[in-house]
T-cell receptor
Framework: GAGVSQSPSNKVTEKGKDVELRCDPISGHTALYWYRQSLGQGLEFLIYFQGNSAPDKSGLPSDRFSAERTGGSVSTLTIQRTQQEDSAVYLC????????????FGQGTRLTVV | SQQGEEDPQALSIQEGENATMNCSYKTSINNLQWYRQNSGRGLVHLILIRSNEREKHSGRLRVTLDTSKKSSSLLITASRAADTASYFCATADTGRRALTFGSGTRLQVQP
């Protein structure tokens, strides 16, 4: 595709339910990042993929959060047993060269846990 | 924790004026980038400055980098109402793979 695509755009879920957020990076981009942004705040790093491996998952806030990437392309971020504090916009980005190169962002998934 | 801290947190100016935003960081970096965000959604890359560069221009944007002070500034000249957005600095740290973002400056340009 022309840009980074994220789905769904918006997700409302009940506390305790699991959710899956999807990211389709730009074709050929080897690096993929997940960030989280709470209302009016900066971006909080969650996890970084280079190809299918995740050399840096230091930002995942708890073991309820996990992510995978298959075929060096699509990535899924899964949040188990969602809590209200998980409500945020989840942003995915991809880049050509990985470390420190220009990142291209999707429009994000706004997650609301009620 | 946030690596970069932008200053000011919010800025309101009149159309035609210049807007200056500052970013401070703490670690050694490979490069520093500025991004723009409209309406709390996707970010758009504006400009990248490498650690061995001191100044860079792109259209109405001017970025400076002072690695001795661990700080950068973004200047938008002749601002327009369409420049209204949040602006973030992001550092590519030498010891980390992913970009680290600051907390952002919310710029409001009054027509």
């Amino acid at each position: 595709g022309a840009g980074v695509s994220q789905s769904p755009s918006n997700k409302v879920t009940e506390k305790g339910k699991d959710v899956e957020l999807r990211c389709d990076p730009i074709s050929g981009h080897t690096a993929l990042y997940w960030y989280r942004q709470s209302l009016g705040q900066g971006l909080e790093f969650l996890i970084y993929f280079q190809g299918n491996s995740a050399p840096d998952k230091s930002g995942l806030p708890s073991d309820r959060f996990s992510a995978e990437r298959t075929g060096g392309s699509v990535s899924t971020l899964t949040i188990q047993r969602t809590q209200q504090e998980d409500s945020a916009v989840y942003l995915c980005a991809s880049s050509l060269g990985g470390w420190g190169t220009e990142a291209f962002f999707g429009q994000g998934t706004r997650l609301t846990v009620v | 924790s946030q690596q970069g801290e932008e200053d000011p947190q919010a800025l309101s100016i009149q159309e035609g004026e210049n807007a200056t935003m500052n970013c401070s960081y703490k670690t050694s970096i490979n490069n520093l980038q500025w991004y723009r965000q409209n309406s709390g959604r996707g970010l758009v890359h504006l400009i990248l400055i490498r650690s061995n560069e001191r100044e860079k221009h792109s259209g109405r944007l001017r970025v400076t980098l002072d690695t001795s002070k661990k700080s950068s500034s973004l200047l938008i000249t002749a601002s327009r109402a369409a420049d209204t957005a949040s602006y973030f600095c992001a550092t590519a740290d030498t010891g980390r793979r992913a970009l680290t973002f600051g907390s952002g400056t919310r710029l409001q340009v009054q027509p």
